[in-house]
Nanobody, 127 residues
Framework: QLRLVESGGGLVQPGGSLRLSCAAS????????RGWFRQVPGKNREGVSC????????AYADSVKGRFTISRDNADSTVYLQMNSLKPEDTGTYYC????????????????????WGQGTQVTVSS
């Protein structure tokens, strides 16, 4: 089991930016696809973005394409989500995940394919 710890959430005005980080520890963590889900109370978790183990493949939900950028640094096993031009509908709890699956599984919202989850970090976009 991997241990994932998110940071970087907070309150930001519409149009602003935030960068989320996810630090990981555990055996062979660098071989896992890594990504982010988000959840709003009363709704299902939504796959936001994913990056493959070697960083060659990235995937994004349509709602965040062109605004969010995912990256990873395998030297310190950290994944980043740069979020620009934030909108109120981006508000939610963001969860870092890892899975031995292709990134297509995350953007298809296959929650059960990811067996390692962080505790979540809150992002609030409001004026």
């Amino acid at each position: 089991q991997l241990r994932l710890v998110e940071s970087g959430g907070g309150l930001v005005q519409p149009g602003g930016s935030l960068r989320l980080s996810c630090a990981a520890s555990g055996f062979t963590v660098d071989y896992y696809a890594r990504g982010w889900f988000r959840q709003v109370p009363g709704k299902n978790r939504e796959g936001v973005s994913c990056i493959s183990s070697d960083g060659a493949v990235t995937a994004y939900a349509d709602s965040v394409k062109g605004r969010f950028t995912i990256s990873r640094d395998n030297a310190d096993s950290t994944v980043y989500l740069q979020m620009n031009s934030l909108k109120p509908e981006d508000t939610g709890t963001y969860y870092c995940v890892a899975g031995w699956v292709p990134c297509s599984a995350l953007v298809a919202n296959n929650v059960d394919d990811f067996d390692s989850w962080g505790q979540g970090t809150q992002v609030t976009v409001s004026s």
